[in-house]
Nanobody
Framework: QVQLVESGGRSVQAGRSLTLSCAVS???????MGWFRQVPGKEREGVASIDRGGRITYLGSVRGRFTISQDNAENTLFLQMNDLREEDTAMYYC????????????????RGRGTQVTVSS
């Protein structure tokens, strides 16, 4: 059974940094993994993706501030978030999929329960 468990979310002031982690278990040979976020009442928004070949894509508003990476040995996905802004406030989810068409807005078939990031001024 696939499990994705996010951690690292918390409340921070604008301009600060956070690193989110996603521990993957059960199945670990996903081709595509990524992060997306959602604010209550709004549609989910893809943030970043990375495929098995190391190809990375980002949402335009986070490019240059966020960095996605993975530790294959530890089956963990990361999202380093720098220069956080109030508009980055959301529940952040880790996603995983086998599809080869891997982009930051991919509709990942597997997801975790999320970790809340709140950015205040």
């Amino acid at each position: 059974q696939v499990q994705l468990v996010e951690s690292g979310g918390r409340s921070v002031q604008a301009g600060r940094s956070l690193t989110l982690s996603c521990a993957v278990s059960g199945v670990t040979n996903f081709y595509c993994m990524g992060w997306f976020r959602q604010v209550p009442g709004k549609e989910r928004e893809g943030v970043a993706s990375i495929d098995r070949g190391g190809r990375i894509t980002y949402l335009g508003s986070v490019r240059g501030r966020f960095t996605i990476s993975q530790d294959n040995a530890e089956n963990t996905l990361f999202l380093q978030m720098n220069d956080l802004r109030e508009e980055d406030t959301a529940m952040y989810y880790c996603g995983a999929d086998w599809r080869s068409n891997c982009y930051y807005d991919s509709p990942f078939v597997h997801r975790g329960r999320g970790t809340q990031v709140t950015v205040s001024s």
